[in-house]
T-cell receptor
Framework: SQKIEQNSEALNIQEGKTATLTCNYT??????LQWYRQDPGRGPVFLLL?????KEKRKERLKVTFDTTLKQSLFHITASQPADSATYLC??????????????FGKGTKLSVKP | KAGVTQTPRYLIKTRGQQVTLSCSPI?????VSWYQQTPGQGLQFLFE???????NKGNFPGRFSGRQFSNSRSEMNVSTLELGDSALYLC????????????????FGPGTRLTVL
């Protein structure tokens, strides 16, 4: 069955450094991958989407890569700030590479940025 | 545009009771999905409704059910509550464009925190 793993449950870094979060998947060929941010007591908020034919996507201080050979996505936050502290979730489409269907989420990585 | 709203925000029930949660999607969004979030299992997909029809279903027992109304508002029902049903229940809406190349970006509500005693 499909499996998504976010390697670290928690990641602690110093303000100003680059945070790198990892999302791996198995038994799967998703058409796209998404990253969400979730703050305590709130629902996840969509950040970025990258399609299978894209290697990299950027949005301000955020960068996502997608390696379909390694079955891995990396999520980078450059010049991190304490306000970036949150749980970050990766999600893949649930329909075996199709374009419609529910999302399957990883369990998330809790990022803490220390001033 | 107003975001996804969920009511109630907090709920305490006892084992064996049933509960109904409500979700109003973003205006114009026709797809509503429900997720259960627990510390141990993370976010798990329950089901998705589109134009009043259930289109996808996760791996949950039949005690979990839902429906969608003609105005896209959705309700989720859990019958015969168990302690393990304690969780944050999240509703998400999506424009859900049809056809290849469409994506399923979800816009989440704040969730309903259900506690079963």
């Amino acid at each position: 069955s499909q499996k998504i793993e976010q390697n670290s449950e928690a990641l602690n870094i110093q303000e100003g450094k680059t945070a790198t979060l990892t999302c791996n998947y198995t038994n799967y060929s998703p058409a796209y991958l998404q990253w969400y941010r979730q703050d305590p007591g709130r629902g996840p908020v969509f950040l970025l989407l990258i399609r299978e034919n894209e290697k990299e996507k950027r949005k301000e201080r955020l960068k996502v890569t997608f390696d379909t050979t390694l079955k891995q996505s990396l999520f980078h936050i450059t010049a991190s700030q304490p306000a970036d502290s949150a749980t970050y979730l990766c999600a893949l489409d649930g329909n075996y590479g199709g374009s419609q269907g529910n999302l399957i989420f990883g369990k998330g990585t809790k990022l803490s940025v220390k001033p | 545009k107003a975001g996804v709203t969920q009511t109630p925000r907090y709920l305490i029930k006892t084992r064996g009771q049933q509960v109904t949660l409500s979700c109003s999607p973003i205006s114009g969004h026709r797809s509503v999905s429900w997720y259960q979030q627990t510390p141990g299992q993370g976010l798990q997909f329950l089901f998705e409704y589109f134009s009043e029809t259930q289109r996808n279903k996760g791996n949950f027992p039949g005690r979990f059910s839902g429906r969608q109304f003609s105005n896209s508002r959705s309700e989720m029902n859990v019958s015969t509550l168990e302690l393990g049903d304690s969780a944050l229940y999240l509703c998400a809406s999506s424009p859900r464009a049809q056809g290849l190349g469409s994506t399923d970006t979800q816009y989440f509500g704040p969730g309903t925190r259900l506690t079963v005693l």
